[in-house]
Nanobody
Framework: QVQLVESGGGLVQAGGSLRLSCAASGRTFSSSAMGWFRQAPGKEREFVATINWSGGRTYYSDSVKGRFTISRDNAKNTVYLQIDSLKPEDTAVYYC????????????????WGQGTQVTVSS
């Protein structure tokens, strides 16, 4: 099992930016696809972005495409989510996740979840 610890959340005005980080323990990080998900109050957890094991391939949900950027540093066992042009509807708890696979997430493929970091966007 890999432990994931998110950081970087906070309160920001609409139009602002944040950089979320997710530090992972364990040796399987560099061979695993990583992703970010979010859960807004009263809503189900939803997919935000994913990156494959090498960082060479990324994928985003339509709602964040062009504003969010996922990246990783395998030497530091860390995955990042740069969030720009924040909107009030981006308010949510953001979770980091590790996939059982190297190339992405599929049904039931989440191996580990982080504890989440709160992002609140004021209008």
């Amino acid at each position: 099992q890999v432990q994931l610890v998110e950081s970087g959340g906070g309160l920001v005005q609409a139009g602002g930016s944040l950089r979320l980080s997710c530090a992972a323990s364990g040796r399987t990080f560099s061979s695993s696809a990583m992703g970010w998900f979010r859960q807004a109050p009263g809503k189900e957890r939803e997919f935000v972005a994913t990156i494959n094991w090498s960082g060479g391939r990324t994928y985003y949900s339509d709602s964040v495409k062009g504003r969010f950027t996922i990246s990783r540093d395998n030497a530091k066992n860390t995955v990042y989510l740069q969030i720009d042009s924040l909107k009030p509807e981006d308010t949510a708890v953001y979770y980091c996740a590790r996939s059982r696979y190297s190339d992405g997430f599929y049904e039931g493929s989440v191996a580990d979840w982080g504890q989440g970091t709160q992002v609140t966007v004021s209008s």
